[in-house]
């Protein structure tokens, strides 16, 4: 709680987005205020400071640590204020500490165990039964990256890679797969 409070000081005032009253209120509201705090973004910040060697950045630190915190507790489903597939956080949490963002290292087995747990039975991940192509996609990238593999993952990755292919779309008229969504 101390922690919070004194992020939220060193916050501007908040902003509010002209057009809040035309949006819509739904779970996938973005609120487009000032202070907005997006773990993916965060990840992306310390993925590119990490791999141009600028850890001793001023806010590296402080943003490894919200990170790690965000994972933790067990919160990527609604940390990614703008990027609202809860396996993007994981995802470019992996590719953050796949530059060298060893910050990262700690937050490894949580991430591990959460996207191994939300795994369906046919292969596939969900983000609220939306999406599967879409988050499955980023939950086999975030265990793609993990530097060392246990028989667990790789299992999960091939349910993942079996799922993937069992839902492409062949078209005779043209050589290309791709998948709806």
Not at 101 to 107: H, Q
Not at 115 to 133: V, Y
Not at 134 to 139: L, V
Request: hydrophobic residues 35%; positive net charge; glycine residues 6%.
């Amino acid at each position: 709680r101390q922690r919070q409070m004194c992020i939220r000081d060193r916050l501007g005032p908040e902003g509010i987005f002209p057009g809040h009253l035309m949006l819509p209120r739904v779970p996938e509201y973005i609120p487009f205020g000032t202070n907005d705090i997006d773990c993916v973004v965060n990840t992306n910040v310390i993925g590119a400071l990490a791999l141009y060697s600028e850890e001793n950045a001023k806010g590296y630190k402080n943003a490894c640590d919200f990170v790690n915190s965000k994972i933790r507790k067990n919160q990527h489903k609604r940390c990614g204020v703008y990027y609202p597939n809860e396996f993007n956080f994981y995802y470019t949490a992996m590719r953050a500490h796949a530059s060298g963002a060893i910050c990262i290292e700690e937050s490894l087995p949580k991430i591990i165990e959460v996207t191994l747990e939300n795994q369906n039975k046919d292969g596939s991940w969900d983000t609220a039964n939306k999406d599967h192509i879409q988050s499955t996609a980023y939950a086999l990238g975030a265990l793609m990256k993990l530097p060392r593999k246990s028989a667990a993952v790789n299992k999960s990755i091939d349910k993942g890679v079996e799922y993937l292919l069992s839902v492409k779309i062949d078209e005779a008229k043209n050589p290309y797969s791709y998948w709806d969504g």
